[in-house]
């Protein structure tokens, strides 16, 4: 399929590994000029070099954390007129016991998933507008829409950021701007293997990969059958980020081979 987005210029912010890198190659494959963020640095050139060298395209790495003000202005500095953006944050650890959440662990969760997604939203959409075009992506957690008591650094703040995008996403669309989000469910990605340990930590597990993935697949039953990749999700996003999807306004997109239970 033709996406239609050949020459544009799109950000990846955390395209340097899971579903950030799978939607930062369909992008590539679709002939954009490539911005990818991340804060690993070794990771992130990595990622671009290999990116660039597969698909025969641009790609500009940019070590950021996106939650920071100056991780921000050195993004919106390499790639001032984005047409397309694209979001994703690295999944924050299993919380434990909600009871010993403190608010520095709210505030530390509201920077990273509402405030620093928000920022970097608000300072694209006016040129989005202006040169009546744009597509934002927000790749995010169906536990925003799932509460899950194990995942409440992940959901609420993700929550807020739905409804923040259904409000700014109505605003918008006559500008020819469209605004989305994607809640993956349970991917098997490198992030989501890096929390396995604190994840054995929160539920008093033994920490072996057997016994931690015995526990995970016995509390999270997955209707498809399997823990889904990195790309089971990227066509969808790169979907969203094409004029195909001119149509589609302030949704949130479930993609969890259908474990959460819902007809909305």
């Not at 984005?82 to 509201?110: M, Q």
């Not at 934002?136 to 739905?162: C, D, E, H, Q, Y």
Request: charge should be negative; proline fraction near 7%.
């Amino acid at each position: 399929m033709d996406l239609q987005i050949k020459g544009k210029k799109a950000i990846m912010a955390g395209g340097s590994a899971g579903m950030g890198r799978a939607t930062a190659e369909r992008l590539a494959e679709a002939g954009v000029e490539l911005y990818i963020t991340a804060r690993r640095e070794e990771r992130l050139v990595t990622a671009a070099q290999e990116i660039g060298e597969k698909y025969g395209a641009s790609v500009t790495p940019i070590v950021a954390d996106s939650s920071k003000e100056e991780g921000r202005q050195a993004l919106f500095a390499a790639c001032p007129d984005p047409d397309i953006l694209s979001i994703t944050i690295k999944p924050p650890p299993p919380n434990g016991d909600f009871l010993e959440l403190t608010p520095e662990d709210w505030r530390a969760s509201i920077e990273t998933a509402l405030i620093g997604p928000i920022e970097i939203m608000r300072h694209y959409i006016p040129g989005m507008k202006t040169r009546g075009w744009g597509r934002i992506v927000n790749i995010a957690t169906f536990s925003a829409k799932n509460p899950m008591i194990w995942r409440l650094m992940s959901g609420p703040a993700r929550s807020a950021l739905m409804n923040y995008t259904a409000g700014v996403s109505r605003e918008i669309a006559q500008y020819g701007v469209n605004i989305n989000n994607l809640l993956p469910g349970m991917f098997q990605t490198e992030g989501a293997g890096e929390l396995m340990e604190v994840y054995a930590r929160a539920f008093d597990l033994e920490p072996k990969p057997e016994v931690v993935q015995e526990h995970f697949r016995a509390n999270n039953k997955i209707p498809a059958g399997f823990v889904a990749d990195a790309d089971d999700l990227a066509p969808m996003a790169a979907l969203l980020c094409s004029p195909l999807s001119r149509f589609i306004v302030g949704q949130n997109i479930v993609i969890d081979g259908g474990q959460h239970y819902s007809i909305f």
